[in-house]
């Protein structure tokens, strides 16, 4: 069983940044693709940023290209999420997925606030 926690999430003014971190556990790591996704309240989850195991291309969504970098080390089995110049409309929920056909597996969340 894939198991997957984030960490790293927390309160910054806008403007400013935050690295969240994925540590995954019980699968093998480079065969994996993996993704963050966020929930802010009241609204859908949605794609923010992933990596797949073929290349580790990454790929960001349009609302967040240019202050967001994805990037995974195979070599720890973590994923990492840079995010800069943040904005009010990024707080939300990030979670951590993975999975080969689809994203199966699922953190737990944490929680990222930006403060106007």
């Known amino acids: 069983q894939v198991q997957l926690v984030e960490s790293g999430g927390g309160l910054v003014q806008a403007g400013g940044s935050l690295r969240l971190s994925c540590a995954v556990s019980?699968?093998?790591?480079?065969?994996?693709?993996v993704a963050w996704f966020r929930q802010a309240p009241g609204k859908e989850r949605e794609f923010v940023a992933g990596?797949?195991?073929?290349?580790?291309?990454?790929s960001v969504a349009d609302s967040v290209k240019g202050r967001f970098t994805v990037s995974r080390v195979n070599a720890k089995n973590t994923l990492y999420l840079q995010m800069n110049s943040l904005k009010s409309e990024d707080t939300a929920v990030y979670y951590c997925?993975?999975?080969?056909?689809?994203?199966?597996?699922w953190g737990q969340g944490t929680q990222v606030t930006v403060s106007s």
């Open positions: 997925a993975a999975g080969w056909n689809s994203f199966t597996f």
């Open positions: 019980g699968g093998t790591f480079n065969d994996l693709n």
């Open positions: 990596s797949n195991w073929s290349d580790s291309r990454p």
